[in-house]
C-alpha cells in the first residue's frame, strides 16, 4: 500500500507511521494503571499479575476482561485522560503529515483533532462487550456531527498490536466515499434499555457487495487514515484469547466549508 493518501480509495494504509517507542510508551502507561486500579480496587490476584510489568500484551485485556472487568473499564476510561495518550493524537508530526498529505499542506495550525478514542474489542466469547462495541457499515458521518467536516474529514486508525482479518481489523468498501454522506438507519443495539445506539448503512440500497469489500492487516506502528465518508465496519474479532487495541481520532479542518458547530 503506498505511503501517501489515496483520494479515489478513500483510505490508505501507512507503513511505519508510529515510532515504535511511542507504542512501548502508551502500553507502559496501560500497564501501570492496570497495577493502580486493581490495587485500588482490592484485587489482588489482578495487582500481583501486573505489579512490575512494563508492557501490555493483547492476552493481558483478555485476562482483565475475564478476571475483573471492572479494572479494564477503568483503565480504558483513566488511560484515554492520561497526558500519554492525548499527547500521542496530538503528536504534530503525525498531524504534519496529515497536513501535507491529506489536506495538501500549510495548513497545520487550522487542524481541529475530536473524538479520540482508546478502543479494546474482546474475542467472540464476550458477548456482551461485543453487543456494545461491534458496528455494522456505517460512515463515520452517520455517527459524529459537530467540530467535523463531512465532506473533508478524515480517520486516523492505529492498533497498539499486529491486527489480522481473524483478529477483526477494518473491513471497507474502497471508493464508497464518493457517494457522499449517504442516509443510515438509526436503532439502538440494546433495544430493552435503550442503549448502544447505532447508525446502519444499507450497503444493497447503494449497489455494494460485501464480496467487493476489502480487509487490511495491519502491523503495530502501521495506520489506516480513511475518508469520513468510506463505507466501513469493524471486523469480528475471532482470534483466541487476542484482544484488539487500537486508537482511533478524527482529523478536520475548520477552515473547511463542510466543517460542522453545534
Excluded at 69 to 85: G, H, K, R, S, W
Excluded at 165 to 181: D, N, Q, T
Aim: proline share 3%.
Amino acid at each position: 500500500m503506498c505511503n501517501g493518501f489515496s483520494k479515489i480509495d478513500g483510505f490508505s494504509k501507512i507503513n511505519g507511521f508510529v515510532d515504535q517507542k511511542d507504542l512501548v510508551t502508551l502500553r507502559s502507561v496501560l500497564a501501570k494503571l492496570a497495577c493502580v486500579q486493581a490495587r485500588r480496587l482490592g484485587i489482588p490476584a489482578a495487582y500481583e499479575y501486573f505489579n512490575g510489568k512494563e508492557d501490555l500484551t493483547p492476552q493481558d485485556f483478555v485476562y482483565l476482561a475475564d478476571a475483573c472487568p471492572q479494572v479494564l473499564t477503568l483503565v480504558i476510561n483513566t488511560f484515554m485522560q492520561t497526558a500519554a495518550f492525548k499527547s500521542f493524537v496530538h503528536n504534530e508530526s503525525y498531524l504534519k503529515y496529515i497536513a501535507d498529505n491529506v489536506f495538501g499542506g500549510n495548513c497545520l495550525d487550522q487542524l481541529v483533532v475530536t473524538e479520540e478514542n482508546f478502543r479494546v474489542d474482546l474475542p467472540a466469547e464476550f458477548k456482551a462487550e461485543k453487543q456494545r462495541f461491534s458496528l455494522s457499515w456505517h460512515q463515520e458521518s452517520g455517527y459524529f456531527e459537530n467540530y467535523v467536516s463531512h465532506s473533508r474529514g478524515v480517520v486516523i486508525w492505529i492498533p497498539l498490536f499486529n491486527t489480522l482479518e481473524e483478529s477483526g481489523s477494518l473491513r471497507f468498501f474502497p471508493g464508497s466515499h464518493l457517494l457522499g454522506p449517504v442516509s443510515h438507519n438509526k436503532y439502538y443495539a440494546d433495544t430493552k434499555n435503550k442503549k448502544n445506539m447505532r447508525s446502519e448503512v444499507d450497503i444493497e440500497k447503494y449497489g455494494l457487495d460485501i464480496k467487493d469489500s476489502l480487509v487490511l492487516s495491519v502491523k503495530a506502528g502501521d495506520a489506516i487514515i480513511f475518508d469520513f465518508n468510506l463505507i466501513h465496519a469493524s471486523g469480528h474479532n475471532n482470534a483466541q484469547d487476542f484482544a484488539r487495541c487500537t486508537i482511533q481520532s478524527r482529523v478536520s479542518l475548520f477552515s473547511d466549508a463542510g466543517f460542522r458547530t453545534p
